[in-house]
Every structure is written in C-alpha cells, then in structure tokens.
C-alpha cells in the first residue's frame, strides 16, 4: 500500500507540483497500525488532478478534494488551502488556495493528523506530531477553543482518537472541550452516531465512555443511560441500552432489532422456544447484557430441531391430503402446534412421525 501510494506522490510531482500523504495514513504507518486510509494534500488544483489522473472524481461533500481510484489504490487529494469562514460551528463555507504546505496543517484538527510523508518515504513533521505521537497526547492544532468552536466535530473526534489510540487528552484540550460542549447540539445526529459507532466499537471503549461521562459530554448528546450501561460486548447491544432510537438515525432492521433485545431481555433466552422465535444473534445479545455465557446459547441453538418453519417435513398439501380437506385457517393451528412440538422435542421432525401425528390428532 505504501509503495503505490509513493508512487502515487510522484506522478503528481513529475507533473511539476508539490504532493504529500497527509493524516491518518502517516499517523498509523508510525504507531505500526495498518491503514488504507490514504489522504493526499498538494498545491495542485483539482482540475490539475483531474487532467492527470483521468480516474477521479470529485466528491458532493469536501470541498478542494478529488477522489481517485487506480491501481487498487484509492486516494483522497485535497489542495493545499486555507479555510476562512466556517458555518453552523461546521462546515468552511469560504476557503482560498494557497501553496504553502506549512499554512495547510495549521487548519487542521490535531497535530498527531498533521504529520507528512513525502515522495522518498521521508517524515516530515512542522507541528510537533511526532512529539504528541511519543506522549501519547491529542492535542490541537493551535487553540483548543477556537478549534472546535470553528467545527463542533472535532470535541468528538479528540473523544474517537483517545479512545482507539487509547491516548490522553492534553489538560487544554479538555478544558475547551467542557467550554465548548453545547455546540455539539448544532450538530447532525447522523455525524454524532458516526462518531459514537466508532468509539462505541473499539477495544478501549470503557475509556472512551468514561472520558464522555467525565466531560459531561453524555448529557449534551442526550446519552443519560450512559452510566448505567452494563457491557459493550456489542455495538447494537450498546445502543439499546441507551435507548435513543427515536432521536438517532438507525435502518428498521436496527430498530426491528433493538426492540427484539428489549423483549428478550425479559426472558428466558436458554429456552428453544424463545431461541427458536428470536434467533441466536439477538439472544446471546441479551445474553451478553444479563452475564449468560454466549457459548452456552449457541450450543443450545445449535441443538434446535428445526431452525426456520421452512424445515418442517410436511407440507400443507400433505395436510390437506390426510385430512380431505381443502384450504383454511386449521392448517395454520397444525403448523403452529407441530412447530411448536418439534421445537420442544416432543415430536420428531419426520414426515411419517408428523402424518401419524396429524391423522390421531385431528382426523
């Protein structure tokens, strides 16, 4: 990935421009993660990478960005710029390019996003990246305050970071935060789920919702079961707990899904009618939530007669043809008592069982 990203830089340059990998890519390639999140800032314009690379495309949302896929290689580049006015504590709505490298980091979130790579594989670092990097520290660029009055965002970004580098926050940075924190309610619900999914899913995840808890961050994004959360064994479980379906975007699956755990939470999830109706995901979910060892329900799933009504061994033709008789709502009280009889292993999945069963039962 790093070689054809270097190669990447110097097509441009060979094009007569200026070209680093910027950002996360250089930040993680340092701390030994593995990334494929490469972004790219140059003072060629977006027209220029257009002319050169003819496989790009220019994203509806950033602004100075051109996107390019080659090579199986996929490249976010951005033109050296500098932001002058920002709206709703959000977006820069005015901008200007420049081309000046050193001007471009400044408007940057963090000096650990502000580390650059060039051409040759060389480091370069003109904000002190590297030195935040060793402590351990997220840090701004620049004033805290100012920074994330200009995007609300960035509070909880600084929050994300923290958590899946598992880093500190520096003291200014958490000050500016808690003066700060109300902006977060100018922010889109989709952009704070966003945010929370990725600090919700990461291994340092009781850090993370500590640090929300801490900096009373829980309050102003309207997550007050926070405290009371018992495990974050799951991403859906976690946000079931919290309970705020009717304020954040989820799909109806998601929705369809939090309540099913609702419901099972209340009750037996070792029972195979229960394991039969709900499924194994959503029970060792809840299972997770109320200390059941998850293996032990998916043994118990695993051992299920039938899984889905569709695996019955009778069909309702056959029905019909034992009992002559013609179609109705009797031949869907069979199912449901046959059904319920394999599942709890009272009758056996077997097509001569089941006719045996039916002509005794109800012929």
């Known amino acids: 990935m790093l070689d054809k990203a270097l190669k990447f830089l110097k097509k441009i340059e060979s094009n007569g421009y200026e070209a680093y990998i910027v950002g996360g890519f250089v930040r993680d390639y340092l701390l030994g993660i593995e990334s494929s999140d490469i972004d790219i800032c140059t003072n060629a314009r977006p027209s220029d990478i257009r002319r050169i690379f003819k496989d790009s495309c220019m994203p509806n949302e950033d602004y100075g960005s051109v996107v390019v896929n080659t090579k199986n290689l996929r490249c976010e580049v951005t033109t050296f710029r500098k932001e002058i006015t920002y709206v709703n504590n959000r977006k820069p709505v005015e901008y200007v390019y420049i081309d000046d490298l050193l001007e471009d980091l400044k408007r940057r979130d963090f000096t650990i996003n502000t580390i650059c790579m060039n051409k040759n594989g060389e480091i370069i670092d003109l904000l002190d990246g590297q030195k935040d990097l060793k402590n351990l520290e997220i840090n701004t660029v620049g004033s ?36 700060t924190k109300h ?39 309207e997550l007050y079961n926070l405290k009371s959360i018992r495990n974050f064994n799951n991403l859906i479980g976690t946000w079931t707990q919290l309970d705020v379906s009717n304020i954040y975007p989820f799909t109806k699956n998601e929705k369809d899904m939090m309540e099913d755990i609702k419901e099972v939470l209340e009750l037996d999830n070792l029972n195979p009618l229960v394991l039969y109706k709900y499924g194994s995901y959503v029970n060792t979910i809840a299972g997770d939530l109320k200390g059941i060892d998850r293996k032990v329900i998916i043994s118990k799933y695993g051992s299920l007669a039938i899984k889905d ?19 109705g709502v009797y031949l869907k009280n069979i199912f449901s008592d046959i059904e319920r009889k394999i599942i709890l292993g009272m009758l056996d999945n077997d097509k001569k069982v089941l006719k045996e069963y039916i002509i005794n039962n109800y012929k």
Do not use: Q
Not at 313 to 319: A, E, F, L, Q, S
């Open 309 to 327: 009504k569709s695996e019955i061994k009778i069909t309702g033709n056959d029905i019909m043809e034992i009992l002559n008789k013609k179609p």
């Open 183 to 221: 902006l977060l309610k100018n922010l889109s619900y989709e952009r704070k789920k966003m945010e929370l999914d990725k600090i919700f899913s990461s291994i340092h995840v009781k850090y993370g919702v500590k640090l929300l808890i801490e900096l009373g961050l829980d309050e102003e994004l």
């Open 144 to 179: 805290s305050k100012f920074k994330f009055t200009e995007d609300s965002l960035r509070i909880l970004r600084a929050i994300r970071f923290a958590t899946t580098l598992n880093f500190k926050l520096n003291e200014n940075v958490k000050k500016a935060i808690i003066e």
